[in-house]
């Protein structure tokens, strides 16, 4: 396989949550070890999704994972700061891509050729496989910080604005993790 072959797919994992980072991942299949079952990964079941990780970890050619943490999102816009993460996740691959297929319409600007592609978690299996490992990173980290900060409920609804986190908001304040310049955050400080 030549240099030129390279693609990889990156995908984000908690632009709407209230709290916590935004995750991406960037992935370089290996054309020779098909990896059977991979979706979007809102389509999976945890349990599916956290199989699928330890594969796609196992025979991809390159995986890594970037982050955008809640004070850039705050300073910069959760899309702004999902591009960010995008950035980096490509940035730490091991090898270098000719190309990079982004899921949805906006990419993230890179020294190589990007392409976006709508509903792409679901259509291109290197952007499932990206969506699989920033899902499941981004719910590992939230279910670790749901210990620092109980009675959130992070681990049951990862920091997405649910009845039960609005409630415990509104009962418990706002914490370091949750993300200032989103709406509902925004009105409790005000």
């Known amino acids: 396989m030549s240099m030129t072959q390279f693609v990889a ?3 984000e994992a908690g632009r709407g949550p209230l709290a916590g980072p935004v995750v991406t991942a960037a992935v370089i299949l290996d054309p020779g070890r098909e990896i059977g079952g991979l979706a979007d990964s809102k389509v999976l079941s945890a349990s599916q ?3 699928l990780s330890g594969i ?3 025979r991809a050619l390159c995986w890594a994972l ?3 943490e809640v004070e850039e999102i705050d300073s910069l816009n959760i899309l702004q700061a999902s591009l960010l ?3 980096r996740a490509v940035n730490a691959l091991a090898i270098r891509p000719a190309r990079v297929l982004v899921d949805g319409n906006r990419a993230p600007a890179l020294s190589c050729e990007v392409q976006t592609i709508i509903k792409g978690d679901s259509k291109i299996a290197a952007i499932s496989a990206a969506s699989i490992l920033a899902k499941v990173a981004r719910d590992a980290e939230m279910c670790s910080l749901d210990r620092r900060y109980p ?5 049951r609804h990862k920091g997405y604005p649910t009845k039960a986190h609005l409630q415990a908001l509104e009962a418990l304040g706002v914490t370091p993790l949750h ?4 709406g509902p955050v925004r009105r409790l400080l005000t």
């Open 85 to 87: 993460a995008m950035q």
């Open 151 to 155: 009675g959130y409920g992070f681990a």
């Open 179 to 182: 993300r200032r310049s989103f």
């Open 66 to 68: 970037g982050r955008a």
């Open 56 to 58: 796609i970890k196992e």
């Open 49 to 51: 999704r956290e199989t």
């Open 9 to 11: 797919g990156v995908d």
